[in-house]
């Protein structure tokens, strides 16, 4: 299978004022997120980018335009990898959150969690993880196994799919930090997937390509002992 870039959008309005976006239209990104985003440019100028599939709202679209651009690439939208329906909680302040009873559940047991009129925890796994591994299914069929695509999303839905990548429960998925414009590599394989970076946020990324020939798909053992296998 292919390898899989996965880019938390860069930073946003709502994430310097403290509020829960959610899917709230016209989030983009603020000063330091578009800084933010014109530097993946160079930050995967070493990477070989067969496709690009992102969350359709607009802080996704914007953190990704400088790297379209630069690649001559368009992405494709995959509402299943879109943000969390928080529901009500949409467009709150966060410290008006924290002494609502669901909070400490979304703390502590978030597969139990479920949003007031919105959607559960559990769920945006399950509907993110399958449209990841359709995906990587899909740009594998389409560019070879050796192929690497970028996937654009949000912290709690990139968070769910490495607790599913690491076989991490995803009551343990808070344990996981995904910085905004942050870079985190899974390699899917035909029985396992490997969690390559996580919270990657610089430095030289030319070693997520695979070093396989191309027309050969990722094998699925784990290395012995500590070893690379490069």
Excluded at 4 to 30: E, F
Excluded at 105 to 124: K, R, Y
Excluded at 180 to 191: F, G, K, L
């Amino acid at each position: 299978m292919a390898t899989v870039i996965l880019l938390r959008h860069a930073r946003s309005t709502a994430n310097g004022s403290g509020v829960l976006a959610g899917r709230s239209l016209g989030v983009g990104l603020d000063e330091r997120g578009r800084a933010q985003a014109a530097a993946l440019v160079s930050r995967l100028k070493d990477v070989p980018v067969s496709a690009v599939v992102s969350s359709p709202l607009q802080r996704c679209e914007e953190t990704l335009a400088p790297l379209l651009a630069d690649r001559s690439l368009e992405a494709v939208a995959e509402p299943d990898l879109s943000e969390v329906d928080y529901g009500a909680w949409t467009g709150k302040a966060l410290k008006d959150l924290y002494d609502e009873p669901l909070w400490a559940v979304v703390q502590q047991h978030p597969s139990a969690a479920v949003f007031p009129d919105g959607e559960g925890l559990a769920h945006v796994q399950a509907r993110a993880v399958a449209a990841v591994r359709a995906h990587d299914a899909r740009i594998s069929e389409e560019h070879g196994p050796g192929a690497v695509w970028v996937l654009c999303s949000h912290g709690d839905v990139i968070k769910a799919v490495l607790a599913d990548a690491l076989g991490v429960h995803l009551d343990g998925f808070q344990r996981i930090v995904v910085d905004p414009c942050s870079i985190s590599v899974v390699q899917y394989t035909q029985t396992r997937p490997f969690v390559l970076r996580t919270n990657d946020n610089g430095g030289d990324l030319s070693g997520v390509v695979p070093v396989a020939p191309p027309q050969e798909a990722p094998s699925s053992d784990a290395t012995v002992g500590g070893a690379t296998g490069i």
